[in-house]
């Protein structure tokens, strides 16, 4: 499976951005496909989770302004972060698994100005 991250870019403080994550290779439809971020000198944060039904999963601290979809028939992903703050500043990676996450894509990244 490839994953293929996009829509990342300099935004500034208050705009919302919408990453996509497109998996090429196999079906992914049965997987959970997931997002994920690393700050600079951080560890990689879990952000949410999608099930293959369309139920999702955030962390506790990326309630309220992340909203994580997906569209089985495009094996696609998608990201909708809203009222982004400088603290958002990362690379986001998605990734795909049965169990775990075997596959990850190489990362888009955010950067959000003052």
């Known amino acids: 499976v490839q994953l293929q991250a996009s829509g990342g870019g300099l935004v500034q403080a208050g705009d919302s951005l919408r990453l996509s994550c497109a998996a090429s290779?196999?079906?992914?439809?049965?997987?959970?496909m997931g997002w994920f971020r690393q700050a600079p000198g951080k560890e990689r944060d879990f952000i949410a989770s999608?099930?293959?039904?369309?139920?999702?999963y955030y962390a506790d601290s990326m309630k309220g302004r992340f909203t994580i979809s997906r569209d089985n028939a495009k094996s696609t992903v998608y990201l909708q972060m809203t009222s982004l703050e400088p603290e958002d500043t990362a690379v986001y990676y998605c990734?795909?698994?049965?169990?775990?996450?075997?596959?990850w894509g190489h990362g888009t990244q955010v950067t959000v100005s003052s």
């Open positions: 990734a795909v698994g049965l169990s775990s996450y075997n596959y």
């Open positions: 999608i099930r293959s039904d369309g139920i999702p």
């Open positions: 290779g196999r079906t992914v439809s049965n997987y959970v």
